[in-house]
Every structure is written in structure tokens, then in C-alpha cells.
């Protein structure tokens, strides 16, 4: 078995000490092991003369999973090296609230042995492809996001107009912050923190959420994920930003900006006695109550 791990390029104890835990796991199953060169710098010396860990900048389809240590952010970014491979990817939580990297430190032993066995499911996550009218350079090789696409001021206190169609039909022009198009899986993200749904991941929608609306009837409408979103931006600076997940790119008011959903999927590793519905109600502690 062929295996890449994938982590921030940043130290951070906690990181390191998982990634030690995870080698020597992966070794005692006989895995071919294979890290990020930028991560494995970061990394104490012991682990980077290691001989059994060899490194990667890209990936192919001869790897059979990727390994992400980190929170989400870090899985967000791990998406942009699996790509459309249909590499299933582990979430190894060394980060916050982890609603993606669900395996804490002290389970990695006991859960990656079950992955290495085929002892888990799959669960396919849609993502959202981006273009933009004129074309951005800068989005061309990543022009996907698996948690949303998100439109926001620049440069400025003041408020933007962000005139939306849907399926060419014009559907209102929202004044305020910004919108955001969110999937399933960014539905618990930066969307719930301004009033989103949460969306389960296997429903066929995306949501689009206002930020801060300064037209208080403004409020989240979700979509089929089959429909094409259409974006044009207006306000007093010149520019705008847009954020794929965690990657920002500027672009002029002009810019015309069309969303629809990918074409691939990214498949997230899930254990047997770990579903969404009880993540869910872990990490938003949903029932708990000083009362009961």
C-alpha cells in the first residue's frame, strides 16, 4: 500500500507528535510511506533521515490514500494535491473543531489499523468549479472548493452589491459584506457562522448565505447543486476579493464570476462507528445542557 501524508508546513508540537504516532503505525502494517517535502522539513531530525519516508510534490494515481494531519484548513489544502485523482483522504485532528479530521491523537493507532484493513466507508463530497469572465490566471490550475466560493469587500468599510442570477434567471442583488456559495461540507463552516443551514453531506445542495445583509429580508436560500450561479460585483472601490476555501485572489468590479458544481468528487475516509449525524452532535455539543 501506497500512502501520502500531508500536514501544515509550520512546527507545531502537536502535529509532530501525531505524525510520530503515525509512522510508526503505518510501519508496522508494511506501508510505503510518503510525505510532503515541505511538511518533513518541518519536522525533529529523526524523522527527516528517516529512510523509510520518502517525499512527494505531486501525486498520482498509484497512491492508495492521503493522510492529513491538521484541522480542516489543512484537509482544505490537502484537496488541492489530490485533485480529481479520487484519492480517499484520512483526517488526523490536531487542529480545533475537526468536522472533516475526526481522528484525534490517541486514536490513531486503533483507527488507522482499521483503515488499513478496508475497515471504513466512503463518504463523496461535492465540491464547487469556479470561472471567472474575463479569465483569472491565478485560478486556473485550482479553480475548485470543497467548503465554498465566498465574495467580499475590499479595502473598504462600506458595503457591496452582489447582483446574482441563477440559471441565467435573476435572482436578487444582495447589499452587503459579502455571499457566500456554500456545499454540504463548508455548510458547517464560514456559512453557519453567519446564519447558513447545516447541510447533510450527501444531500444534492448548495446554500447561499449573505454576510452581514444590510437588506434585513436577505436570508439563506438553498439550491439544487445543479444549478449554474452567476455573480457580477459592484461598489464604491474598484475590486473585490474571492476566496476558494482558503485560497484569496482579487479581482476587478468588471470580472464576471460563474459557479457551478465540479466535475469530481472528494472522497473523505469515515470509520464504521462514525457517522456525520454523531460528529455533528460532538463538535456542536447539540443535547448538551448544564440542566441534564
Known amino acids: 500500500m501506497k500512502v501520502a501524508v500531508y500536514g501544515q508546513n509550520y512546527a507545531k508540537e502537536s502535529t509532530q507528535k501525531a505524525f510520530e504516532i503515525l509512522i510508526k503505525v503505518l510501519l508496522d502494517h508494511g506501508v510505503e510511506i510518503f510525505a510532503e517535502t515541505n511538511f518533513l522539513k518541518q519536522q525533529n531530525e529523526a524523522l527527516k533521515n528517516n529512510s523509510k519516508i520518502k517525499t512527494f510534490t505531486h501525486l498520482d494515481k498509484?497512491?492508495?490514500?492521503?493522510?492529513?494531519?491538521?484541522?480542516?484548513?489543512?484537509?482544505?489544502?490537502?484537496?488541492?494535491?489530490?485533485r480529481d485523482l479520487g484519492i480517499p483522504i484520512v483526517g488526523i485532528n490536531t487542529g480545533r473543531l475537526g468536522f472533516l479530521a475526526t481522528i484525534q491523537t490517541d486514536d490513531i493507532d486503533i483507527s488507522l489499523s482499521e483503515v488499513l484493513r478496508g475497515d471504513y466507508t466512503i463518504s463523496e463530497r461535492s465540491l464547487l468549479s469556479v470561472t471567472t469572465q474575463p479569465t483569472n490566471s491565478d485560478i486556473l490550475e485550482t479553480n475548485f472548493a470543497l467548503n465554498e466560493i465566498a465574495l467580499s469587500r475590499k479595502n473598504t468599510t462600506s458595503m457591496i452589491t452582489v447582483k446574482t442570477h441563477l440559471n441565467g434567471e435573476y435572482l436578487t442583488s444582495y447589499w452587503a459584506d459579502g455571499l457566500i456559495l456554500s456545499t454540504p461540507t463548508g455548510s458547517t463552516g464560514y456559512s453557519l457562522s453567519c446564519g447558513g443551514p447545516v447541510i447533510a453531506p450527501d444531500a444534492k445542495n448548495f446554500a447561499l448565505t449573505p454576510i452581514a445583509p444590510h437588506n434585513l429580508s436577505a436570508r439563506p436560500l438553498i439550491i439544487p447543486d445543479n444549478t449554474t450561479v452567476t455573480f457580477g460585483v459592484d461598489g464604491r472601490e474598484d475590486q473585490f476579493l474571492m476566496s476558494l476555501d482558503s485560497r484569496i485572489v482579487t479581482l476587478p468590479n468588471t470580472t464576471s464570476v460563474t459557479v457551478k458544481k465540479a466535475d469530481f468528487v472528494i472522497k473523505m475516509v469515515e470509520r464504521l462507528d462514525e457517522t456525520f449525524l454523531d460528529t455533528l452532535r460532538k463538535k456542536l455539543l447539540w443535547g448538551e445542557d448544564r440542566r441534564n
Open 62 to 82: 498509484s497512491y492508495n490514500l492521503l493522510i492529513s494531519i491538521g484541522g480542516d484548513g489543512t484537509i482544505l489544502r490537502a484537496i488541492t494535491y489530490v
